[in-house]
């Protein structure tokens, strides 16, 4: 079978990404403007033998793909602001009881049920920091349909190697543009299956007992091994526990599994960067009209470049700091109050060059609003 091309919608795009990373299992509750995910998924699925389910609310299908997933399925839900903000608690007992699940977000205007039909990109730091706890967390984003179908196969694949919860972070323009797909042919784009446990019928299994390698094999829960799953503090057998020596180790092995990969998960592309000493941070479809500006000033003589970011959490510190290290200053471009510009000053090693970038209007940041920006920037004398 050979790649097909295809003119879609983001959340389209989304969809084919998912279906082939062999998603088999979908809970949701339509939201503006993920809806369309749901939508496309509700026909797609079925067909492939997959099951699709629309529950009461957001709450409810975050828990339904907890289920589907324990039982051995690839599963994936998506939402929006409010939604999103109702799947925190049961997004934290994903990430304690490790239980590989993706989440697509297509960020709409908040607060509250704010521009429900317009472009923001305000949900960077919940992505983050929205369930309570230490804990650590994997974002993908894009700004292209080509990569939301990439970073919704690589959401899978993270989900399921190191099996943790993934929060793929779209927004309303990406979501709704429609440009050009090529869906890769069966086989050609490697695909992470789920991890099951060779622990034979009968024999202890530890569902909570890391290989060598760190990964821990999975039983479909319901077969042939009987284990506890909880969201409290466990042990290895996912028995509830307050010793401090279990906490402390599960604690970090939560944390330690998702910092100590950053760099395997960290997904960007540069731009015009070979030389550059003026530098733009961006992400999302706010990096498709910031790589406008790069090729215009490029033609004007700046030498100025682009660092556009597929992964936001782990923050890719590394890729950052080596971007900045040569800059006068560094721009960051982003339709929130600046929340990957405070991850960005925390990796530079001058974080007094760096600046906010944005606007919060819900309207997509345009090229003009980038360059009078930049004439305020570079009339500060970096």
């Given at each position: 079978?050979?790649a097909?091309?295809r003119f879609?919608?983001?959340?389209?795009?989304?969809?084919?990404?998912?279906?082939?990373?062999?998603l088999d299992?979908f809970?949701?509750?339509?939201?503006?403007?993920?809806t369309?995910v749901?939508?496309h998924?509700?026909k797609?699925?079925?067909?492939?033998?997959?099951k699709?389910i629309q529950m009461e609310?957001?709450i409810?299908?975050?828990?339904?793909?907890?289920?589907?997933?324990?039982?051995?399925?690839?599963?994936?839900?998506a939402?929006s602001g409010?939604g999103?903000?109702l799947?925190q608690e049961?997004l934290?007992y994903a990430?304690?009881?490790?239980?590989?699940?993706?989440?697509?977000?297509v960020?709409?205007g908040?607060?509250?049920t704010g521009n429900p039909t317009?472009?923001?990109?305000?949900?960077?730091?919940q992505?983050r920091?929205?369930?309570h706890?230490?804990h650590?967390?994997v974002?993908l984003?894009?700004?292209n349909h080509?990569?939301?179908f990439?970073m919704?196969v690589e959401?899978?694949?993270?989900?399921e190697?190191?099996?943790?919860?993934?929060?793929l972070?779209?927004d309303?323009?990406v979501g709704h543009m429609r440009?050009k797909?090529?869906v890769?042919?069966?086989?050609?784009v490697?695909?992470v299956?789920?991890l099951?446990t060779?622990?034979k019928?009968?024999?202890?299994?530890?569902p909570?007992?890391p290989?060598e390698d760190g990964?821990?094999?999975?039983?479909?829960f319901?077969?042939?091994?009987?284990?506890?799953?909880?969201?409290?503090?466990?042990d290895?057998?996912?028995f509830?526990?307050d010793?401090?020596v279990m906490?402390?180790e599960?604690?970090?092995?939560l944390?330690?599994k998702i910092?100590?990969?950053?760099?395997?998960?960290?997904?960007y592309?540069?731009?015009?960067m070979?030389?550059a000493?003026?530098?733009l941070i961006s992400?999302?479809?706010?990096?498709?009209?910031t790589r406008?500006?790069v090729?215009?000033l490029?033609?004007?003589?700046?030498?100025?470049?682009l660092?556009?970011?597929?992964t936001?959490?782990?923050?890719?510190?590394?890729a950052?700091c080596?971007?900045?290290?040569?800059?006068?200053?560094?721009?960051?471009?982003?339709?929130?109050?600046?929340?990957i510009?405070?991850a960005?000053?925390l990796?530079?090693?001058?974080?007094?060059?760096v600046?906010?970038?944005?606007?919060v209007?819900g309207?997509?940041?345009?090229d003009a609003d980038?360059?009078n920006t930049l004439?305020?920037?570079?009339g500060?004398?970096?």
């Amino acid at each position: 079978m050979a790649a097909t091309v295809r003119f879609v919608q983001g959340n389209e795009a989304c969809v084919e990404g998912a279906l082939y990373a062999q998603l088999d299992f979908f809970a949701g509750y339509p939201i503006t403007p993920s809806t369309e995910v749901a939508e496309h998924l509700a026909k797609r699925l079925p067909q492939k033998g997959g099951k699709f389910i629309q529950m009461e609310d957001e709450i409810a299908s975050m828990c339904a793909i907890i289920g589907a997933s324990l039982t051995g399925h690839k599963v994936m839900t998506a939402t929006s602001g409010p939604g999103f903000s109702l799947m925190q608690e049961a997004l934290g007992y994903a990430v304690m009881a490790e239980i590989p699940c993706v989440i697509v977000n297509v960020q709409r205007g908040g607060p509250s049920t704010g521009n429900p039909t317009h472009v923001s990109q305000g949900d960077v730091n919940q992505a983050r920091w929205g369930t309570h706890g230490d804990h650590s967390i994997v974002t993908l984003t894009a700004s292209n349909h080509q990569d939301i179908f990439a970073m919704t196969v690589e959401a899978f694949n993270i989900a399921e190697t190191f099996r943790t919860p993934v929060i793929l972070l779209l927004d309303e323009v990406v979501g709704h543009m429609r440009e050009k797909l090529v869906v890769p042919k069966p086989g050609e784009v490697h695909l992470v299956e789920r991890l099951r446990t060779a622990v034979k019928q009968g024999i202890d299994y530890h569902p909570y007992l890391p290989r060598e390698d760190g990964r821990l094999p999975m039983s479909d829960f319901g077969d042939v091994h009987r284990y506890n799953v909880t969201g409290l503090y466990h042990d290895m057998w996912g028995f509830p526990t307050d010793k401090s020596v279990m906490v402390h180790e599960l604690i970090h092995h939560l944390v330690d599994k998702i910092e100590n990969n950053a760099n395997i998960m960290a997904h960007y592309r540069t731009h015009q960067m070979a030389d550059a000493d003026q530098v733009l941070i961006s992400y999302g479809s706010a990096a498709r009209p910031t790589r406008h500006v790069v090729d215009h000033l490029r033609k004007r003589g700046e030498r100025i470049g682009l660092l556009e970011l597929q992964t936001l959490w782990p923050f890719p510190r590394q890729a950052v700091c080596d971007a900045a290290r040569q800059a006068k200053f560094v721009g960051v471009v982003e339709m929130n109050m600046g929340q990957i510009l405070n991850a960005v000053k925390l990796a530079v090693e001058d974080p007094e060059r760096v600046f906010l970038i944005n606007r919060v209007d819900g309207e997509l940041i345009t090229d003009a609003d980038i360059k009078n920006t930049l004439r305020m920037i570079q009339g500060k004398g970096t």
